[in-house]
């Protein structure tokens, strides 16, 4: 019973491990991205969003077709309970990307990185509220520094980051909404694209055909790899999601807007005086709230090491008896 207890928690241990690694996987590929949407820069936001959604849904379906795994994706669609949260974060993922295209190609990526590193607090309050998972003063103290600084520059300079917030928001409450799911990952991507797939092709084909030959061979290339790094990413998220509590992938997650942030920087943007408070004050609430996970994993191994004292105590007086 014991061996079958301790392999329980070997395996569970692996599992997070590997999860982990999936999410930093996840958030390194998303932290590079504005450089290649920045490639595409001279071609309408809407445009590129409409490609972005079409080859999405063909990267992630030619997935499932080339695995035979179908069957899932015929299932979720007919899965009432998870097609009642699909269909709502299929709303929000694509308002996201659009946002963010636009941030990206109109000079505003520090903007945009602002935004992902409220991600996170907002994440771990979604996570509290909706999950119930466990908090601690100091992470309640790190979301308060997050809005005291949003509060502070709005008021102070009058510029309120509607991009930032809207981006932060979008993507904490599609996060809620996929681990409320809990959907294949792929068959859900698929599912998302293709709710807004014969619209974006509409569009694309019907209303913007000159942007076609604008791009150029090596633009429409990009669009349709595009596809693959749209999806790959929130692919690898999705199953990081289903695997690990909200406020450890909200917490990695800050990989993704500093890695975006440095690219924003090395190309010539400027940080606004409203922005650089927003950015203190959420960079010191990251450090707070990273000291708050600190005693949790101190206090998950001594609770090991009392389970396994335990066990090692049953074992000796099975063996005395």
Request: glycine letters at 8%.
């Amino acid at each position: 019973m014991i061996d079958i207890y301790k392999a329980g928690k070997e395996q569970e241990e692996t599992i997070n491990k590997k999860s982990v690694s999936i999410a930093l996987s996840c958030y390194i590929l998303w932290g590079i991205l504005p450089a290649y949407w920045n490639l595409l820069s001279g071609l309408n936001p809407i445009f590129i969003l409409c490609y972005r959604i079409v080859f999405a849904f063909a990267f992630t379906i030619g997935i499932l077709a080339v695995s035979g795994r179908m069957q899932v994706f015929k299932d979720t669609l007919k899965d009432k309970a998870a097609m009642r949260r699909l269909v709502p974060s299929s709303l929000l993922i694509t308002c996201n990307w659009g946002a963010f295209i636009w941030a990206v190609n109109s000079g505003r990526i520090l903007e945009s990185s602002l935004g992902y590193y409220m991600t996170p607090l907002i994440a771990f309050v979604l996570g509290v509220i909706i999950f119930r998972e466990k908090f601690r003063k100091l992470q309640i103290a790190a979301v308060i520094l997050a809005f005291a600084g949003v509060l502070v520059s709005s008021i102070a300079f009058g510029s309120f980051p509607f991009v930032s917030i809207g981006l932060a928001l979008s993507f904490a409450i599609y996060g809620v909404l996929k681990k409320k799911a809990h959907v294949d990952p792929v068959a859900g991507i698929a599912l998302e694209s293709l709710l807004f797939a014969p619209i974006a092709l509409i569009i694309s084909l019907v209303f913007m055909s000159d942007e076609i030959s604008a791009a150029g061979a090596t633009g429409l290339l990009l669009l349709v790899a595009g596809g693959v790094v749209t999806a790959l990413p929130l692919i690898m998220y999705s199953r990081a999601v289903n695997d690990l509590p909200l406020n450890i992938v909200g917490f990695l997650q800050y990989i993704s807007p500093s890695l975006a942030m440095t690219y924003g920087l090395f190309t010539g943007e400027t940080a606004t005086e409203a922005q650089i408070i927003c950015f203190i004050f959420i960079g010191i609430g990251l450090i707070v709230f990273s000291v708050a996970l600190i005693p949790s994993r101190t206090r998950d191994q001594s609770d090991n090491r009392s389970d396994n004292q335990s066990d090692n105590q049953s074992i000796n007086q099975r063996d005395t008896s």
